[in-house]
């Protein structure tokens, strides 16, 4: 049985891959409005989807667990109840700056990674030309509904937790 976070980077993967009409594979590394390629063979497809499957899980961990770390930070600084407003003011502005520095510092980084290294798996494939480039389409039609169902539930959880513990208080 395969985990939902790997059924969400493998939408993540299949969205970087099109077919144009005559049924070639086309890998889109840096996004639909840059440069595609075309993959002829089946090993150069299996090596560019675990490349980008690895990049997009550490990604998807870096910034799950930055949250989780907010969240884990703002439940001990609950547990000292500490009556210093500086304290309480510092903490509270202190630890979401750092973690989202933190955040933004090591995506920067896998990004600046991800840059460098797409050029040494496309050096071997074939460009797409601008005229098939317009008429590429993708492979699966994305979920887009579900997206928005998880979304949206995920949103009111938390509005539900934030004023559950505000009015716990």
Do not use: C
């Not at 990004?111 to 290294?117: Q, V």
């Amino acid at each position: 049985m395969i985990s939902l976070f790997s059924r969400l980077i493998d939408l993540g993967v299949e969205s970087q891959f099109r077919k144009d009409p005559s049924g070639r594979l086309a890998f889109l590394p840096l996004g639909a409005r840059n440069k595609a390629y075309f993959v002829d063979s089946k090993s150069e497809e299996e090596k560019i989807r675990a490349f980008v499957k690895m990049y997009r899980s550490a990604s998807a961990m870096i910034s799950w667990m930055t949250s989780g770390i907010l969240v884990l930070g703002l439940m001990l600084h609950d547990y000292a109840r500490s009556n210093s407003r500086e304290y309480s003011l510092a903490f509270a502005v202190g630890v979401p700056v750092f973690l989202w520095l933190l955040l933004i510092a090591f995506m920067l980084m896998l990004w600046g990674l991800y840059k460098r290294t797409v050029p040494s798996f496309t050096a071997s494939l074939t460009e797409v030309g601008p005229d098939v480039k317009a008429q590429l389409r993708a492979i699966s039609p994305r979920p887009r509904r579900v997206v928005l169902v998880f979304v949206a539930a995920g949103l009111f959880l938390m509005a539900v937790a934030i004023f559950a513990a505000v009015s716990y208080k």
